[in-house]
């Protein structure tokens, strides 16, 4: 059974950088998937953040790319997100998923979510 | 890079079905067959129940159903029931990135 987990600290300061670890468990993020970060802003829909597959490529969505960083920590099973120069539009429920590339496209699992509060 | 866009609320009683639309644009609905629907129940994670247009993952009731025309995709709830109260999001591929809903609110009177 496939499980994710975000962690990191849940208030960044404006103008910082916030950073998120989603741990896996059940697969190997080696495989052929691609490795998902969505936020949702409180009270606001889902917003696609970027991603990273199993040979390391990035993509991202083009409104936040100039601040996003994604990678990822094979030997310890982890995808990792970083957003720069945070404001507090940038708070949110940041979700990491798993994205199936065979067997369909669909983001699925998701990991319970975190919450990040950006303010100083 | 816009949302797709969905009705805010659609609601029905029990027994009933409702239908939720999902409009984007030539370059993401109208080009892949790539739109999964997620069911978020307040404070939990978003849950898959529909992928590819109209796949359903095993575990999900046969009264969810997807379809797409042209730039539109739709979410079809057949036979509603209290548990089906909560709110929906499309998603769709657009070359690249990938473009979420606005969000619908589905109320079971």
């Known amino acids: 059974q496939v499980q994710l987990q975000e962690s990191g600290p849940g208030l960044v300061k404006p103008s910082g950088t916030l950073s998120l670890t989603c741990t896996v468990s059940?697969?190997?993020?080696?495989?052929?998937?691609?490795w998902s970060w969505v936020r949702q802003p409180p009270g606001k829909g889902l917003e696609w953040i970027g991603e990273?597959?199993?040979?390391?490529?990035?993509t991202y969505n083009p409104s936040l790319k100039s601040r996003v960083t994604i990678s990822a920590d094979k030997s310890k099973n982890q995808f990792s997100l970083k957003l720069s120069y945070v404001t507090a539009a940038d708070t949110a429920v940041y979700y990491c998923?798993?994205?199936?590339?065979?067997?369909?496209?669909?983001?699925?699992?998701w990991g319970q979510g975190t919450l990040v509060t950006v303010s100083s | 890079q816009s949302a797709l866009t969905q009705p805010r609320s659609v609601s029905g009683s029990p027994g009933q079905s409702v239908t939720i639309s999902c409009t984007g644009t030539s370059s993401d609905v109208g080009s892949y067959n790539y739109i999964s629907w997620y069911q978020q129940h307040p404070g939990k994670a978003p849950k898959l129940m529909i992928y590819d247009v109209s796949k359903r993952p095993s575990g999900v009731p046969d009264r969810f159903s997807g379809s797409k025309s042209a730039n539109t995709a739709s979410l079809t709830i057949s036979g509603l029931q209290a548990e089906d109260d909560a709110d929906y999001y499309c998603?769709?591929?657009?070359?690249?990135?990938?473009?979420f809903g606005t969000g619908t609110k589905v109320t079971v009177l």
């Open positions: 990273i597959n199993d040979g390391d490529h990035t």
């Open positions: 998603c769709s591929y657009a070359g690249g990135p990938w473009v």
């Open positions: 059940g697969v190997s993020i080696s495989t052929h998937r691609y």
């Open positions: 998923a798993m994205r199936w590339v065979q067997l369909g496209r669909k983001f699925d699992p």
